[in-house]
């Protein structure tokens, strides 16, 4: 066996999840106690991306019982791809998304996982350099308004999901440098729609003009919409996320 | 110019401390009591945000740093058609890293963690075989045409004895270490751990390595099982441990040790108490310290 195969047998393994073991011919190569050390390994790998989960996304992980097999299912689909370990979990909102083990879960868990994700991505955010807003700034869309109820949820847990009626929602996450640490607030549409236009690189007065003739399309009183555009962009510069 | 006589050149920085985030406050107010600290690149390769803002209170803060990686994968064998095992992605954010730190050297394990293009998130042990050794040095001398600063190899701790043995550990890593002309960061723990896991003598192993090629140290505690120890970092070193670097300082002057600590963490007193007893076994600390620049 070349060093290629060798290191295939461990990758295979340590993959595969709590059903997988060493190839026969590793078993004369070990010492003492084959079976407990080299799942030592696995329980290590397991153990690593259970901590990351819990860490990164804690109120998506209380909501799912079965999270060793989750987690081992997870990284069957979403093998990690780059060196980097807090990436390891990039693909677990399309996974609750597409796949049959959601089934269990709550329907409205995928939005928690989104936003525990987004997170994330606004504490490491490059953000666009055309932008004003602030590169931390993120808009996530929701099909249920979770965190109208965050902290209930958080207390929660899986043997006890509420119910939650379905009702598109929007959350604003940023970060504020100061304190280390992700804001997240609900939002109106209006104000959705202004983030996505700034987030466009699109200038202000440029905006403001594109919303005004969608609220003409729609027939909304387009008087008001310069006086609520002014609030919103002055709570954007109090909030520090627009320059 | 040889690894020896870049080695002449290179600072000396005392004692030190992995730089973690449950710590960051801690040792942002006890500058004085930390002589430098080792960072883990892959914490903030390639990412932005507030990540970012903390390295640059550590930059401000003045403290030497020093790069320790966990995901270089040196070991790694190359994919059929390849000339190495390498990532040149992670090569290139490990180069800007480093530039950004200015660290004088930098390290990572001798093992494998990648395996085809996949990650493994963790440290697994090569075959002490001649076929490995040419791809390890293979993959270092493509390192080193990619990032000029020195580099050490780490000696890791491992729970089951690899296959195919050609030459005993020791011996291994002196061949890998001389043909790649690089450094060695001794973690004398690993070398406790193994000694007792797979019933080596330590001071055979140490006495059998290139000692001379020894820029920095890694010194840290562990977690007994029943019938094997975990390399942990998660305990007080205990008194074994501090009788193996006492047997190591006899025998060469590291520039460089470091206490790694990276759960369980202790009040911070605690750390920097063992971070003064590890000052209080290194018999040439003060000397150095003072003829610093």
């Known amino acids: ?243 | 110019m040889s690894f020896l006589t870049c080695k002449k050149n290179l600072p000396y920085l005392g004692v030190g401390l992995g730089c973690r985030d449950a710590l960051l406050p801690d040792i942002l107010t006890h500058r004085e009591s930390i002589d430098w600290l080792e960072l883990v690149p892959e914490n903030y390769m390639g990412r932005q945000g507030l990540h970012l803002e903390k390295l640059e209170w550590l930059l401000e803060a003045d403290f030497p740093l020093v790069s320790h990686g966990v995901s270089l994968s040196i070991g790694s064998a190359p994919m059929a058609g390849e000339l190495h095992g390498l990532d040149p992605v992670y090569l290139n954010e490990l180069e800007a890293f480093l530039h950004k730190i200015e660290a004088p050297w930098f390290s990572d394990h001798l093992s494998f963690s990648r395996v085809n293009g996949q990650y493994l998130n963790e440290l697994l042990a090569l075959p002490h075989t001649q076929e490995a050794a040419d791809i390890v040095v293979r993959n270092i001398h493509v390192l080193q045409q990619h990032i000029q600063q020195p580099f050490l190899l780490e000696n890791i701790s491992y729970y089951l004895r690899p296959y195919a043995q050609d030459m005993s550990e020791a011996q291994w890593i002196t061949t890998i270490v001389e043909a790649a002309d690089c450094g060695l960061m001794l973690d004398i723990n690993n070398v406790y751990v193994n000694s007792k896991n797979l019933n080596q003598d330590p001071i055979a192993f140490l006495d059998q390595l290139p000692l001379e090629r020894v820029v920095q140290v890694h010194i840290a505690g562990h977690f007994k099982q029943e019938d094997f120890i975990i390399d942990t970092h998660g305990a007080p070193v205990c008194e074994e441990v501090y009788a193996l670097f006492e047997a190591l300082m006899e025998r060469c002057e590291p520039l460089a040790v470091l206490l790694e600590r990276d759960n369980d963490f202790p009040p911070f007193q605690d750390l920097l108490a063992e971070l003064e007893q590890i000052r209080c076994l290194m018999p040439h600390y003060q000397k150095r310290l003072n003829l610093r620049p």
């Open chain 1, 1 to 243: 066996m070349n060093l290629l195969d060798y290191q295939a047998q461990w990758s295979a393994y340590l993959l595969q999840g709590s059903s997988a073991k060493l190839d026969s011919r590793f078993s004369t190569w070990l010492s003492s106690q084959p079976d407990a050390r080299s799942h030592f390994y696995q329980h290590s790998v397991f153990s690593t991306l259970n901590d990351l989960f819990l860490a990164l996304m804690p109120v998506t992980a209380s909501y799912i019982k079965e999270l060793p097999l989750f987690l081992e299912t997870y990284q069957k689909t979403y093998p990690p791809r780059d060196a980097h370990l807090y990436n390891t979990l990039a693909g677990v909102v399309i996974f609750l998304e597409e796949h049959s083990i959601g089934e269990s879960l709550p329907p409205w868990l995928v939005d928690i996982a989104k936003i525990e994700w987004s997170e994330r991505l606004s504490y490491n955010a490059v953000g666009s350099q055309q932008s004003l807003l602030h590169p931390s700034v993120i808009l996530c869309k929701t099909a249920y308004p979770v965190l109208e109820v965050w902290e209930d949820l958080k207390q929660a847990g899986w043997n006890n999901p509420p119910d939650i009626e379905p009702q598109a929602a929007l959350v604003l996450l940023y970060a504020r440098a100061e304190k280390s640490e992700i804001q997240k607030m609900s939002i109106g549409p209006l104000v959705g729609l202004w983030v996505e236009l700034l987030q466009q690189g699109v200038a202000e007065a440029e905006a403001l003009k594109v919303i005004q003739d969608l609220f003409l399309e729609q027939n909304l009183p387009v008087l008001t919409v310069e006086a609520q555009s002014s609030a919103i962009l002055l709570k954007l510069r109090e909030l520090g996320i627009l320059s």
